[in-house]
DNA sequence: CATGAATGAGTATTCATTCAT
DNA sequence: GATGAATGAATACTCATTCAT
């Protein structure tokens, strides 16, 4: 019935499928699942998209490139210390990984793995050299001591990926708080950095929960 | 046909699925795929079972239960110390992600998130409460130093995993030596163990790679 | 609901299929259209056959069989002159004729040019060399005087085919004997027989239409 | 766009049609592939044609009426004799023969037969009397020697169109020439015309194959 | 226990046609 | 006249599940 301006109806439908393949998964997604959402005809779907396939292709490689403007936008910010810069980075990939959720899990699918580019590798592809720099600024620094500076790099992206998996769905604020701390001994512990010198995680805490002066 | 007696069927059936998800996956597995692996007729399948999900739960419980009694048994052993125990964990688990991948895989699929038990999840509930154990261990045996130990295992399981992602798909022996190296240098910064004290790794080395004494 | 022998359904379906493409053609009948004549779910229809494709093929090698084979059998026949043999040829040919409409239509149609062995050809193939043959047998007995038998027998096959279009549907006694009479006037022409030497058309005629003795 | 007159805007459609329809068939031939061709928006087909189908038709009629002047024109030449003008004749079919592939190929198909007005007669309906009448006035000549005028000029028809089947995709020049004289030989055969009076084919002929005086 | 014929809802995709702008 | 967004019925094909034998 109405009738729309086709980036804007374009837009609902990436947006409608975003959805749906985050609640339900690219496979068990159906085009009349998305159609039906946006209440339009099937015909509309294929007016705007060839198929299915390439409609995750247009999702996906717009959220790529989203990762890789969000990464070199925090790269390129000049006169940063190394860990000034890594709060950067982690900022910048809490976001990420929150967006790409779905990606991530329709990329780890077998059916992908053909394709041979993993996007948990690609994300990481884009995250490591990054972190890695930043590493190795901070070895020159002195404020690092991280032999294997891309190993290390690694290591400190898994378990920030992978402690979020431990928290609890709704976490408290002690969990938080917990959460943070672990993170920062960790990540100083996996770079030789001087404990209590990573203030990074700190700083993505609500403001009411952050360490006041002399705690 | 042959008259098999119940169970014996069962585990054909069990052991025909098993194999046609690691080769196909399991929602590229139909249950045409599995009879004809057998040899049987259709109905037969639902003689056994109620339906395709439920064999996957069968088999996915009975993986779950070897996974819980190999940890088991890695705990059982009496009178090692926590470096020796460590060495144990860890090989059973290396045993475990080989074969569990097909599972983990599946699970990694959002439809199974309904379920509300990714198995990267349950593997990890089982891994990580003995990791804990050992982490306390060794911090009483003061030769670790882990403040927040569940934490500390996390990180530990998250960059073993991890790591394993960052190899090439078919590593050289130095691949192999630094990817060894890596592990136990950030391992032993993880607990806070003396640098060198971990050969746990070192050891799961084919022997020709081996670190002689003095190296 | 009643359950049938596999062999019986294939027919059926086969059955079926032939009917509706003589009503409609390939193109048009649908595999919902089949399974609705036959009153039976979609799904059994898969069940045994690959796809609509396949099925096609299965009756068109079956037709080409048949025709293949009635020409053979006519041409096997021993010890009969040329104007024997050409009776014998031209009623089986009628028959195909009536019977291969479908087939020959289906492969008109020029998504099967690609095939690039239109049926009209194939039957073709099947029938001018029968003819070639007799052809020349009718040179050599001297009975024909027909130089390039290929040629002959093209041309023969020709107006055969194409004579019957210009019948009406329903031809009344005269046309018929009209037919016959032009049939055999431009055959013995095109081959060179004596006039009133080929009366193979005539025995095709029903008796009470037959010239008596005398005509 | 452009705002073009009513009349040359269905002339385009018209033209990219049949343009379309002679590439791809009628049936392959989407509206879309018909805007997309003239770079014109869908709605604007329907607002000049009522359906597909009724453009086709008046493509068809168009054609029919072409073919249908084609003959009259030719047999409108005042003060030929029968073979000169069985000689216009001729020319004029093979120029509608090949003009008119498209059409016959989609009236063969059978979703067509409903219409009950195969081109196929059709086109022959046209043909047949006007030959029809060349041989009528053969005869009056005494130049042809054809009872059953009609079945005679059928028969033409019949080999004239069929032989073309049995030449090959790229003929050589010696098939051209094999196909002329088998033409010649039975053309004056079926009329009863005197061995060599029909020298029709030959001038259709290009030049450089052409018989020289004394052949 | 075992068979395999039968079901039917579901899937992605196509395309002639309509209609608000 | 002209646009292009929107429709919806149709198509071939899949597959987990049922059930008569």
Redo the contacts between chains.
Sequence with gaps: MAVKRASERRSDFVAAARDLF????F??TSVDDIVARLGVAKGLFYYYFDSKEMLLDLILEHMLMEIESAIAASMEKKGLNAIERLGELIKCGADITFRSR?II?YF????NRSLHLSI??KS?EMMLPALERIVRQGNEEKVFDA??P???A??M???I???R??MPEDPSAEDML??N??MQ??SE??L?AAPGSLRVYEEMLPPELRRRKGD
Aim: aromatic residues 10%; without cysteine; glycine residues 10%.
């Design positions: 985050e609640e339900k998964g496979e068990n779905t899990r780890q699918k077998e059916r948990e590798k990481l032999p294997y891309r190993e290390a690694g290591a992206l898994f378990i990926s992978g402690m998996a431990l917990r959460y701390k672990t001994l960790y512990r996996i030789g």
